[in-house]
Every structure is written in C-alpha cells, then in structure tokens.
C-alpha cells in the first residue's frame, strides 16, 4: 500500500515524529523499563496491556494484539486510509509531500469542504433564526435536545428557492463551485438554478475532522421525497460515509463494536440518550464501502433495523455484506412496527440495554429463525429442512470455535425436530475450510510475556543475522507451523544481506502485507527477550528430529508395502537408496 511513496520520504517523517509523543496526545503512557504502557485506545480494558517502544518506534497490544507503527496507529486511531494518515503525519512532521494529486486538485477539493462548512455555518444559523420556529418546534417534539442540536450541527434550509445560493455568492464563492457543491439545482425548463434544500432539517455528514462532506435534508412539510441526500460530488459519495460516525468512532472503537441502524433520527436519539457507537447507513441499503469503513474501527457490528418487514429484509442483506468484510455480526430485533427511535424514546438507555440483553442473536441464529417463521406451513417438511440446513451450512462451517460450531447445530436439530447427529453429518458433508481472520492476529494465548517458542525464535533470527543463516542452514524457514511467522521469516530472507537498516524495510513490507500487528509483537519479543544459542540450538535439532522421524516413517511404510507384495528387487533397491531418502527432508509446518 505504500508503493507510490518513496522510501526516502517515510523515513524522513519517522525521523521527526516521535511514536510516543504521538500516542501520548491520547493515552496517558508510563515508563516501565524500556517501554512505555498505557490503557489500550482500540479495546476496553482495567491494566494496561498497550505497550510503545521509543527504540523500535512501535506499538503492540498484549490484549487485542493490535500493533504496528505510527502510521498504522493513526489508520486505526482515527480510521484514515494509509494516504490520509500519511498526509496528516507529513504536515505534522513538517515534510512536504509531492503525491500524484495536482495542486489544482487539491486547492479544489479545499474549496469544496470550504463551501460545505460554510453551508453548514448558513444551515445553523436559520435554524436559531426567526425563519426556523417550525424546525426547532419539530426537533423539540421529536425529543432532540439543544446539546444534541449542537452536536451533530443540526440546522434548517427555509423555505426559499435561492436564499443559500445568494448567502454562498455574498460569501465569495464562485457560482461554478456552488454547482460544483449540489447544494443548487438546474430547473429542468429554463436557465435557472435553485436551493436543493427547501424547507428541510438538515443533518451535515462530516469526516474524520467534522469537515463537511456533503447534507441529509427531511422534509419539514410535505415536499418529497421525505429525505434527500446531497448529489454525488468530488468530495462526497453516499456509498463511502456512514452517519454519526464522526461523534462514535472513540467509542465504537473502545467497545471494538459498532450499532448499525437506518436512519439519522435512531442514531441522534440513541446517541443522545446515552448509546454512543451508533451509526446509520444514509438512508440507503449498506453498501460493501461502508462495511469496510466499519470494519476500520471495530470488528463486530449488531444490526438494529426497524421491526417492519423491510426493515428485516435489509437486515438479512446488510449480515452477507458485513460478513463478508470479516466482520463478527449480531442482529437486535425490535418488536414489529417500532424503530430504535421509538423505542429508546419509549424505555430510555436502561430499558434498551435490558431489552438487547434478550433479543440479540448471532447473525446464524437470527437467519434461522427467520427461514423457520418466513415459512408458510407451521410443520417444516423435509425439503424445507434440508434446504435451511443448506443455507446455512456455510455460516456454521465459517463460524470460529467447535463449540460454538455444537451450539449451533444443537438448536438447528431443535428448532428442525431432526436428531443432532444427523444435523452434524449434513452440516459437515463437504464442507470447505474455515476462513481465515482477515488480520491474520492469533487470538489465543499470547499475553504477555507468553511468548511460544516459534515466536522467540523468528525474533532471534530477525535479530541476529548470523542466526537467521545458521538455522537457514540447518533446518530452512519453512518449519514455521503459523503462516505469518512463514511470511515473515521469507520476507526477512528476500532482503539483501548486512543491508543497513533492514529492520526499516520489513516494517514497511510487513504492513503491506498486512502483518504490521505481528510483526510489531516480534519486535516487542526481539526488545525484551533473546534467545541464548543454547536455546536456538536445541530448537534446531528438535525440528531436526521431527523430519527424521517424518522421514523414517516413510521409509518404513515404504518397506512394508514392498514386502506386502514380495518385490524383493525393489525393496533392496529401495534400500541401497535409504540415505538419500533419509535426508530428503520434508518442508514445512512441523508443529512444536
Ligand atoms: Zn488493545
């Protein structure tokens, strides 16, 4: 991902910033040793488990095993693309940056935000004007507090067909670049333009930095349609922003969990009363673009769409999507007819917690259920049985542990009537293996300082270049039984010899590849543990062992299957050939 910018350039902007000043502007970090800790900003968490090396400019998380440099911690603190952080980090830096974008380009992509602000700025302001009685009156009735007004920079479009265009013009922006904005529309007979939004409350979407991208307006009277959205811009796309997001993402990040819902009021509301990683999908269905935004923050989203039957079906869409981006999913389902607006309205936060409490369910068990009650006949036949079974076969397949596995094919055979077993054989019946995490982080039994010996030793070898050789030597790289550590040692074994700095190069190449996490924990092990040569040395011949043993045990079923059939010839030729096929050493994922 970093291949358009030189080498050179990263460097530099690594030089100038220091990783621990950097986290320091939201962690509070404490010396232990030489390292600092602090409580972890991605996960919720009591001791610190979060740890920052000032030598090795990383960062790693002995509790979700996030980590990596300072540029993969501000992609994840503040959920930007490598560019983005890359372009904040430079002005912070103070390196100037030669990217592809033209200057032109970016002096307009500024006018853009500019000209959205200061809509945004017009909006606000007629909503606390005269002209917005109505407005307030609605938002007051619909329970949207003054705080929460100024929180999400609610405001109001009057009723007028150019007052915002003339507003933009007086403030000296171009009439090329209010069209530009879609903020004003051509009428479709003559040569004339007017406001997009007329009569409307207005909901601002913002970025990361609560820059403006683009509106959301709800009609106030009966204009239609109902809600509408700011056109397609230059700087704005309804398929790539989620609304709320700017207020949630501290949150939905230090929960590692994201409530989806439909539209902009359930998100206020649910906000305001106090649920804060909330976020709404503009009114459109979800789209792949959101889902992996989403998937920036945190890793499990729990959809809470409206209890209607539409609200279900876009539900059963939006749980493929989100899979899809690797995301664990979970569905609240609100009793028919109501909208999380209503409901926290009706029950405040205490009631809504209490009710998800009983009415979440994992993505499999809400399909279930609804295969089970969109089915006309109440008694399922074995056709129907078959094809749920079908359906969600892969899911199961799919799903993390084997317990979790046995749960679900517990309540499948009860909620089917069939006998668990024959569940289990159908489900199992050609199955395709798990997927893999996508963040390739292994997530069981690695606190710290728990560190297995496969680890220690890829961190000896990337410490120590004499090392590395000796076991290239002895036993090659690929014993690794975790593919990442594979990855690793190969990446580390591709770079030119008593190279200076080569520790530089495979951070670079291990983000790329999207092991920053990983490789960041082996650096960590490399800082604070090292291996004797006693050590390596015995891990050499036990992995030496192993491949005998694997070895051996050819050999002998080879032996046996020949003198099965009598070939005395081939068994004495096989033989003569032993020492060869002995030291023939079979490659790969020896498990220690
Ligand atoms: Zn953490």
């Given at each position: 991902m970093t291949n358009y910018f030189d080498d050179q350039l990263l460097?530099?902007?690594?030089?100038?910033?220091?990783?621990?000043?950097?986290?320091?502007?939201?962690?509070s970090l404490n010396r232990r040793g030489n390292r600092y800790w602090g409580l972890c900003p991605f996960h919720q968490e009591k001791t610190p488990s979060f740890s920052v090396s000032r030598e090795k400019q990383m960062f790693y998380c002995f509790g979700c095993h996030a980590g990596g440099n300072i540029f993969s911690y501000l992609m994840k603190r503040d959920g930007l693309e490598f560019k983005e952080a890359l372009e904040m980090l430079a002005a912070k830096a103070g390196v100037e940056l030669a990217v592809s974008k033209s200057k032109k380009n970016q002096d307009l992509h500024k006018q853009m935000i500019a000209i959205n602000n200061a809509a945004a700025e017009y909006f606000q302001q007629q909503l606390q004007s005269a002209n917005g009685r109505q407005a307030r009156e609605y938002l007051a009735q619909r329970g949207i507090s003054q705080e929460t007004i100024a929180a999400f920079n609610l405001g109001y479009a009057p009723n007028e067909w150019q007052a915002l265009t003339d507003y933009l013009l007086r403030k000296g922006y171009s009439l090329e670049l209010v069209k530009n904005s879609g903020l004003i529309k051509r009428n479709d007979n003559q040569e004339r333009y007017y406001d997009l939004f007329r009569d409307r409350i207005i909901f601002p979407i913002t970025q990361y930095n609560r820059d403006v991208l683009?509106?959301?307006?709800?009609?106030l009277g009966d204009n239609m349609p109902k809600y509408l959205n700011t056109a397609e811009t230059d700087i704005y796309s309804k398929r790539k922003n989620l609304y709320g997001l700017t207020q949630a993402r501290e949150e939905i990040r230090s929960r590692n969990e994201v409530i989806l819902v439909e539209g902009y009021m359930d998100c206020i509301k649910l906000q305001q009363s106090g649920i804060i990683n909330v976020a709404a999908s503009l009114g459109t269905s979800l789209t792949e673009e959101q889902a992996s935004l989403l998937h920036r923050y945190a890793e499990k989203a729990i959809i809470l769409y409206d209890g209607d039957e539409a609200g279900q079906r876009e539900?059963?869409?939006?749980?493929?999507?989100l899979r899809r981006q690797d995301?664990?999913?979970?569905?609240?389902?609100?009793?028919?007819?109501?909208d999380p607006d209503d409901f926290v309205e009706k029950y405040g936060k205490e009631g809504f917690w209490h009710y998800i409490q009983n009415n979440t369910y994992s993505h499999i068990e809400y399909k279930l259920n609804r295969y089970i009650n969109t089915n006309p006949s109440t008694r399922l036949d074995l056709d129907t049985k078959t094809r749920i079974i079908a359906q969600l076969k892969e899911d199961i397949n799919s799903s993390g542990s084997v317990v979790e596995k046995e749960h679900y094919i517990k309540i499948l055979a009860r909620k089917l009537?069939?006998?668990?077993?024959?569940?289990?054989?159908?489900?199992?019946?050609?199955?395709?293996?798990?997927?893999?995490?996508?963040?390739?982080?292994?997530?069981?039994?690695?606190?710290?300082?728990?560190?297995?010996i496969q680890e220690k030793i890829l961190a000896a070898m990337l410490n120590d270049e004499n090392t590395f050789v000796k076991v290239r030597a002895?036993?090659?790289i690929n014993f690794f039984a975790n593919p990442d550590y594979k990855t690793l040692a190969n990446i580390f074994d591709q770079l030119q010899e008593g190279k200076e700095d080569k520790m530089h190069e495979m951070s670079r190449i291990a983000a790329?590849?999207?092991?920053?996490?990983?490789?960041?924990?082996?650096?960590?092990?490399?800082?604070?543990?090292?291996?004797?040569?006693?050590?390596?040395?015995e891990f050499i011949k036990r992995v030496e062992i192993k491949k005998a043993e694997a070895a051996w045990n050819k050999v002998m079923k080879n032996i046996d299957t020949l003198s099965d059939r009598g070939d005395f010839n081939s068994?004495?030729?096989?033989?003569?050939?032993?020492?060869?096929?002995?030291?023939a050493n079979p490659e790969g994922g020896i498990k220690q």
């Open positions: 460097r530099e902007i690594e030089s100038k910033i220091d990783i621990v000043e950097l986290i320091s502007e939201n962690v683009g509106f959301g307006g709800r009609a539900t059963m869409r939006a749980i493929e999507i995301l664990r999913v979970e569905v609240i389902v609100l009793p028919a007819g109501k009537r069939l006998e668990e077993i024959v569940v289990a054989r159908e489900i199992r019946s050609g199955r395709t293996a798990g997927v893999r995490n996508k963040t390739g982080i292994i997530r069981d039994n690695n606190k710290y300082g728990k560190y297995g002895r036993i090659g790329e590849e999207g092991l920053e996490a990983v490789f960041a924990r082996i650096s960590m092990i490399m800082e604070e543990q090292n291996l004797e040569d006693r050590e390596v040395e068994a004495l030729t096989f033989i003569l050939n032993l020492d060869k096929l002995v030291n």
